[in-house]
Structure formats: C-alpha cells, structure tokens
C-alpha cells in the first residue's frame, strides 16, 4: 500500500486527483490472473528471481521487532543477515535480468548492482551507529525491547543515521531521486527496466516484493525513530502504521519536489549516505 | 598423528606411482587417484578427531644436523590448515586427473601428476613442522614445486614470465622469513618453535622487527596489496586445477604463517593490529575493484583472492587488536573468523576456479566478452558454480555468510567495548564496501559467462564436462552447503581455534555466540524451506495461466543479435567510473571514435615495479663499461684493488 500513498501525495501535491490507495492490489490481482510471457532465452532462474524477490523481504521482516518488543526470528547479529537477505534477493534479480540478454535488462542489471553496492556501506554504518548507542548486536536488541534508543545522549548521530538510513531507502524501493518508478523510458529507468521481461504473475509478485521492501525499509526507519517498546501492543502497532505511512507521505513529498539525479550524479548522492552515517558513528564513538 | 604421516607417504607413493607406470597411462591414473583419496583421507582424520576436542600430539625425527631435532606437531591451527591443503587439494587433483591428459595430449602430464602429489605432502608439512628447518625446507620446497606446476605450459612466453616473476617474489619473500627466524632465534638457543616462543619476551621493541619481517615474508605469498603483484598472473597462466590449489590452498599458507607467528609470540602490539587491519581493508577493497575491471575469467577470479585474503586479515587484525587491548571476546572472534574464512574460501575458491576450468575446458576461451549462454550447455557446472559465487558474496545461506558473520560480530563487539579497540569499525566500512563490490562482480560473471546468449561459436558449442570433472566440484559445493546451513559445527571448532591461537580459555561472554550460530543455521534452512516452497507453489500457480515463449521483448526493435547484449566490461563501467582511476581501467580510442577498447592495467606490477625496475636498470646499464672482455682490463682491476688493499693495510699497520 506504501507506494499508493507514495503516488497519492504526489498527486495531491502536484494538483491531480491520482489513482485511488489501493491501486497496487488492484494491479496485483489483475496481473495474477494473466497468462505470462516467457522469452526462448531464459532459464529457471528467470523464474527463480520473483520468489527470491518475495521471500527474502518476508523473512527480513521477521528479523525486525514489529510490535516494539519481539521480532519473530531474531538472533545476534542478524543485521547481517538482513542486508545479506536483500542482496540475496538483488542478485537474483540481476540475474535473471541478464538472463533475457537484453540490452536493455542488462543496462538495468548493471546500475541496479552498481547503486546496491554503493548503498551498502551507508545500510552497515547506521546499524553500527545503532549497535553503538544500544549496546545490543540484534535489530531486536537495537530497536526493540524495554530499554528506548538513548535519544537523549545520542540524538545527533541516531538523526544522521535516520537520515541516511532514508536516503538508503529511496535507494532500495526504487524511487526518486535515485530512479524513476514512474517513467518507462529505457534509459532514464533502473528498476523498471530490470523486471522488463517479466509478466503475469511473475511481475505481480516482483512489483509485491518492492513494495514489500519498501514498507521493510520503512518499518526500520519508524523503529529508529520512535521506540514503541513500553507502549502497550496495539497502540504500538498503531503507532508502527502511522508512522510507515508518514514515511510514505515523506516519500512522496521527496519525489514531487526534486527532479530524478543524473545517473552519474547517483553514486555521489549514496557517498554522501553514507558519510552521513560514518559521521553520525563517529560521533557515537567520541561520546 | 603417525597416521597424519602415513597418509603423506600414501600421497608420495602416489606421485610415484604416476612416475613409474608413464607407460600405461590409464592404470597410472587410477592407482594415482586412489591413493591420494585414501592418503588425504588418511592424514585428515588425526586433524578431525583433534579438531573435535581430542590431544595434540608432537613427534621428534632426531637428525644429526646443527639445526636441531625435526619437530613436528599436530595441534588445533594445524588440524584446522591441515583441513585447508586436504580438502580442496584432494578435490584438485582428481579433477586434474580428468582435465590435464583427458584429451589424449600426454607430454609432461605424469611429471605433473607426480609434481602435484608431492606439493600436497610439502603444504601438509608446512602446517606440521614445528621447528625451523623443516619449515622452511617444506616452504621451499612448496615454493618451487610451485612453480613448476604453474609453468606447465610452458611454450607460451605469458607463463614463462608469469612464473618468472613468481619465482623472484616467492624468494624475496623466503629471504625475509629466513631473516626473520635468524634474527628471532638469536645466536644461541634451539630453532623448534618452543623454543622461539619461550624467547619471545626477551625480543627488543616486543619483536617489531619479527612482526614486520612476518607481514612482509607471509604477506608476500598470501598476496595483500601491495605484495600482490605476482599472483594474478601466475594464478591465471596455470592449469586450472593448480590454479585451485594455488588460489584455495598456497596462498592460505602465508596466513597460516603470520597467525603461527602471533600465537608463539603471544600478544602483539596494538600498532601490528592496526597494520594488518588496515592492509586487510585496502586488500580487500582494491582487490574487488580491480577483478571487477578484468576481462579474462581466471585473472578475476585470482584478484577475488586478494580480496579474500583481505576479509581474512581483517579478521586477523581483529583478533590482533583484541589481544592486545585485552578484549578476550574480540580476540577470539577476530581469529575464529580469520581461520574460518580461510576454510571456507579454500572450498568456494577452488569451486569457482574448477568451474571456470569446466568452462574454458568446454569454449577454449577465457575471454568472459566471448562467452554466454553456458547455462542451458553446461547445468551442472552452472550450477556449481553458482552454488561457490552465492558462497563468495557472503549470502545465506552459505558458508561465505557465516565466516562473515563471525568477522562482523567480532569487529561490532570491538566497537561496544571501550577505548581506542574501538577504532576497529573501520573494518566495518571495508567489509560492507567489499561485500557490495563482491555482489556486483560475481552477478556480471554469472550473468555474463553463462547466461543470455552465446557471444561467439565457440560458447555455442560449449558442452557439459565429464563426470570426472563434475564430481570433485560437487563435493566442494557441498562442502560450502554444508557448513552454511550446519554453521554450528565449523564455528564451534573455529572458536575454539581461535581460543587457541590467543592462548586463552574461551571467554564466558561468548555464549551470545553460540546461541546466535545455532539460531543462524535455523534461519538459514527456513530461508532454503521457503525459497524451495515458494518456487513449488508459483510453479503451481503458473500451470493454471497460459503460458506463451517468445523472444526477449526488445522494445520494438525486431532484429536483436547477441552483441547487443551487455557485456562483462559495459556491466562493470558505471560502478568503475565511480572509483575513477583506482580501478586501473585504460580506455582507448581509435579511428576518430568508431572503435573503442578499454583494458584493466595490474597497477603495482606494470605501473610501479616495472617501470621502477627498468630505471634501476636503466643506471646500472652505466656500468656497462666496466665490463670490457679484454682480459688486460681484468688484470689492471685486480691490480688496482690489490694496491688499494695494501694501502688500506698499510694505513692501519702505521699508528
């Protein structure tokens, strides 16, 4: 749903009505319906990548303390194994983008893995930023659990680290002003044009697994930002919505008032991430 | 351990065996296989049952030479490295059987064979001896054995000088180790290790100059940058199987020297920790960088081994750091994840170069620009090889993943503990750099090399490998497979390692440690379930819908040729242009912009050692003169030196 909010705010910004909220599932389901084409080129991991796609933000998911207190499946040092999981997804997806030999998929392929290689120092410094002023080595320990981020001591480096961890997510969900979602102009698009042979229920479940990522990236920004964890269990599962949708709404504020990056300009913008972050860690370590 | 040393002679025997019977190949072959399967499995279980908890055990071969008894030993860092030479030794040698002489060509094929035996039993013996000598006779002898493999092809001038600058660098480097034990054992005193280490307090600066001499010395085999200039061209000129073993197994050997040298010395200080860290993260991140630039299949995959070797020391450094600022916890980890990504990078790397030799074995061609479409040619290799590239990026759920994992939560445990240990984040950056790094490479291989569709005739005609090829890169992948979704049972011992290297009992705090690991492995095989259920149940989903195959969806254009596709170097250029010019990429362009051509140059080699070499030798050429052939020249110099000598004599005799 976070991408129709996404889309909405834009189009109430840019004073159009826009689609209605819940047009992605509308999508889905009409997709799911469909027959798919498949290309005489690709293989079984063409058909691999949009499972891939789907799982690995379902089991991140289960590593974040959504309720404020417990993830499903938490272990030490599991912020490992949540960028680990999304780079899985990634590389398949890479994959079976070159797997069409498509020129077009290949160039999405390229930038896709080039962009994801830049984001990931920024991702591990603001889970180091959230180590440090935790103390703990599980998201669990991080962002759930009785004892609140010290917002108090640490508010400057836990703001760069949600700064970056934002700039991380516009990255990670595709949108501006990294890319595009909204165009289908080969050579301004990187994540459309990487899912560009998939179709039917294969795309349905792509385009569910981005905006799954999406809502993955969001749910570990609210946990930053607001500890949920002496709130009783429904207001903090409602403070956990509130607060995905703002990051939706902020999302498209972001979107209608700047212009996509040139693709060059790109790798500069995921730099200053994560400097942002290495700056915020540094700030952590000389408190 | 007598049974370690049975094994060994089983391996020799088999070297023998490939010598004596060159007449009749196919007998020769099989007696060949047989005894270094059973040799290694021989030799392996002593290092199992000690890795498992059982005693250490020395051996004293008493020889009347000055140097001392031949100590040899089997203790945990030797069971561990032990595991390291056999493994993906004993996979390379039978995939050697089938790759090297398959096809009919026997010239110096058995000498290779035989070569091949004998530098296993050299490599086991490094990890074994326990005194001086008979570490550097096995380190030389491992050298040289080396080099001979390398050189199998020898009628092409790119090996002969690949093997060329091999040799130079491997001997700089015994030189330096023969520097550092010289300067380490003193004048008097035994040259076993237990002895070195019982010195070990009374050597000046806490043994700065034994610790430099060590980095320098191991440094140089292990390839951290700069030292690393010899290794792509060697590893790539070679076989493919002694390639694998150069790649998984020599290079490990430079590792295991420096943390042999930590753990006799005892504590380092914090200064080396640093060092090595630091040289860790620019090895490993320039590494990457630089295979990301390569062209050519073997030399990417010997730069990911600088890369590798870069993880390693950044685990090493932690370990480092955390002994000396006494920190029992990081000690450990930092260790336990050095020694563990040794084992795990043995298996995926020889994986992935077995693979590549599948590859080349089946087009001809190591050029990745020419290659494609190997997957539906080659399955199983493709899958194979899959199987070590998943594993090399650190993705769950392989082994790659967990020795990462353990080297990260090491350096995060440095980072929440006080004082300046914490510093060692550092390593944080450079990992998750190289990780990101690492995932773009290996996609553009995969994709490149066996998806899409064939870029010449010779990938069109590519065709699956024989069994006896596939076999050994199976039981590698499985090895990775294994210890990624049972990581108890690898951390556990490689903890336990690690707690023997820092010569301390295992810290009580670790036992966040090994609830994480097991939950880990839990994690990993729900990761395995769903993606196997995930992939059933849409396959269902999609059997009720029509299905239709066309041709990839070229956005209107009708008449797509497989040049069109990305290549390797068109994948790569946008995350090489963000690094400018540290990735060593030269663009070059022609007949006024029609045709381009871009090349990865080797930095250190070509663009600081060579040029510096051709000077040195640029003023040397003054000396030219000097040497005249005339042999009255000659006279008059020895006439010459003998007045200044008697002068010289004569000035000391006067006062």
Redesign the interface.
């Known amino acids: 749903m976070l991408p129709g909010v996404a889309a909405k705010t834009k189009a109430v910004l840019t004073g159009r009505r826009g689609a209605p909220l819940m047009q992605l599932y509308w999508d889905l389901f009409r997709l799911v319906r469909k027959g798919a084409v498949y290309s005489t080129t690709t293989t079984w991991i063409f058909r691999l990548a949009p499972v891939a796609g789907l799982v690995t933000p379902l089991l991140a998911l289960g590593l974040l303390p959504l309720d404020g207190r417990h993830a499903l499946f938490g272990f030490t040092g599991d912020f490992v194994g949540f960028a680990a999981l999304l780079a899985l997804g990634r590389f398949t997806l890479v994959l079976a983008a070159l797997d069409t030999g498509s020129s077009f998929e290949g160039m999405g392929a390229s930038r896709d893995a080039t962009f994801a290689s830049l984001v990931e120092p920024a991702l591990f410094l603001s889970f180091v930023v959230l180590a440090l002023a935790s103390g703990q080595l599980s998201l669990e320990g991080m962002l759930g659990g009785t004892q609140a981020l010290p917002w108090g001591a640490a508010a400057p480096a836990l703001a760069m680290a949600a700064a970056s961890l934002f700039f991380v997510l516009l990255t990670e969900a595709s949108r501006m002003p990294v890319d595009d979602p909204a165009t289908h102009l080969e050579l301004t698009m990187i994540h459309e044009v990487t899912v560009l042979d998939h179709s039917g229920p294969d795309l349905a479940l792509l385009l569910y697994g981005a905006a799954l990522r999406m809502a993955l990236f969001a749910a570990l920004l609210v946990g930053v930002l607001a500890s949920r964890g002496r709130l009783p269990g429904p207001a903090a599962l409602g403070l956990l919505v509130a607060g995905l949708l703002t990051v939706a709404v902020a999302v498209g504020v972001v979107e209608s008032s700047m212009a996509r990056f040139r693709l060059s300009r790109v790798p500069q913008f995921l730099v200053a991430a994560s400097v942002l972050a290495s700056l915020g860690a540094i700030l952590q370590l000389l408190s | 351990m007598n049974l370690c040393f049975w094994g060994l002679a089983t391996i020799v025997a088999a070297a023998g065996c490939a010598a004596v019977l060159r007449s009749r190949p196919v007998l020769a072959d099989r007696a060949y296989g047989l005894l270094v399967a059973v040799g290694c499995v021989v030799a392996a279980a002593p290092a199992v049952s000690v890795l498992a908890g059982g005693s250490a055990a020395d051996i004293q071969i008493p020889i009347p030479a000055p140097s001392g008894p031949w100590v040899f030993g089997l203790d945990r860092l030797s069971a561990a490295f032990l595991l390291v030479v056999l493994g993906p030794g004993l996979a390379s040698a039978l995939y050697g059987l089938r790759a090297l002489g398959g096809d009919g060509s026997r010239r110096g094929v058995a000498t290779a064979r035989a070569l091949f035996a004998v530098e296993l039993a050299a490599l086991a013996l490094v990890v074994l001896a326990r005194a001086v000598v008979p570490f550097l006779v096995a380190w030389e002898a491992m050298a040289v054995l080396a080099y001979f493999l390398v050189t199998f092809d020898n009628e092409r001038a790119e090996v002969r000088r690949a093997g060329w600058v091999y040799l130079v660098a491997t001997h700089v480097g015994t030189l330096a180790l023969i520097a550092l034990f010289a300067s380490w054992a003193g004048a008097g005193g035994g040259l076993t290790f237990d002895a070195l280490a019982s010195r070990a307090g009374s050597l000046p600066a806490r043994g700065a100059l034994v610790l430099c001499l060590a980095l320098f010395g191991f440094g140089l085999k292990a390839g951290l940058v700069p030292l690393h200039f010899w290794l792509p061209d060697a590893h790539a000129s070679a076989p493919t199987h002694v390639s694998a073993l150069m790649s998984g197994v020599v290079i490990k050997m430079g590792i295991y020297g420096l943390i042999r040298v930590v753990s006799l010395l005892g504590a380092p200080p914090a200064w080396w920790g640093w060092l090595v860290l630091v040289s860790g993260v620019l090895s490993g991140v320039l590494g990457v960088l630089w295979a990301l630039a390569q062209h050519d299949l073997k030399r990417l995959l010997a730069y990911h081994s600088v890369e590798n070797i870069g993880i390693i020391l950044i685990g090493l450094g932690t370990g480092a750091l955390g002994a000396a600022y006494g920190v029992p916890l990081v000690a450990v980890l930092g260790f336990a994840g050095a020694v563990l990504h040794t084992m795990n990078h043995a298996l995926f790397k020889s994986l992935l170069f077995l693979g590549a030799g599948a590859t080349v074995h089946a087009t001809g061609t190591r050029i990745m620009d020419r290659l494609?479409?190997l997957?539906?040619r080659m399955p199983f290799t493709w899958v194979s090889f899959?199987i070590g590239s998943?594993a090399i990026?650190?993705?769950?759920p392989l082994n790659g993943?967990v020795s990462?994992?353990v080297i990260?939560?090491g350096l995060?445990?440095g980072?929440?503990a006080g004082g300046s240990i914490?510093?060692v984040?550092l390593g944080?950056?450079g990992?998750?750099?190289i990780?990101?790094?690492a995932?773009?490479c290996?996609?553009?291989v995969?994709?490149?090399v066996f998806?899409?569709?064939p870029r010449s005739d010779a990938a069109l005609h590519g065709h699956e490998v024989a069994g006896g090829m596939l076999g050994p890169m199976f039981g590698l992948a499985g090895a990775c497979a294994f210890i990624g979704l049972a990581p108890g049972l690898a951390v556990g011992p490689a903890l336990v390692v690690g707690a023997s290297i820092a010569r301390i009992p295992f810290p009580a705090s670790g036992s966040?440690?090994f609830?994480?690991i097991v939950?880990?492995g839990?994690?990993s095989l729900?990761?395995v379930v769903?993606?196997a259920l995930?992939?059933v149940a849409?396959?269902a989903?999609?059997r009720r819908?029509?299905?239709?195959?066309?041709?990839?969806?070229?956005?209107g254009y009708a008449l797509?040729n497989?040049r069109?596709?990305?290549t390797a170097s068109?994948?790569?250029?946008?995350?090489l242009?963000?690094y400018g010019r540290l990735a060593g990429v030269h663009e070059t362009h022609a007949h006024g912009g029609r045709a381009f051509h871009s090349q990865a140059r080797e930095l250190v080699l070509d663009g600081a050692i060579l040029p510096a070499w051709s000077a040195v030798r640029g003023v040397l050429a003054r000396l030219r003169p000097l040497q005249h052939g005339r042999l009255w020249v000659y006279l008059l110099y020895v006439i010459a030196i003998l007045l200044l000598l008697l002068l010289y004599l004569a000035q000391g005799a006067s006062p």
């Open positions: 494609g479409g997957g539906r899959l998943v990026v650190g993705l769950p993943f990462e994992w990260y939560l995060l445990r980072g929440t914490r510093l984040l944080v950056v990992l998750a750099i990780g990101g790094l995932l773009a290996f996609a553009k995969c994709g490149v998806l899409g569709v966040e440690v609830a994480g939950r880990l839990l994690w729900v990761l769903l993606l995930g992939a849409w396959a989903v999609r819908r029509s299905l239709t195959r066309a041709e990839t969806w070229g956005c797509q497989e069109m596709q990305y068109s994948f790569a250029a946008p995350l242009a963000a």
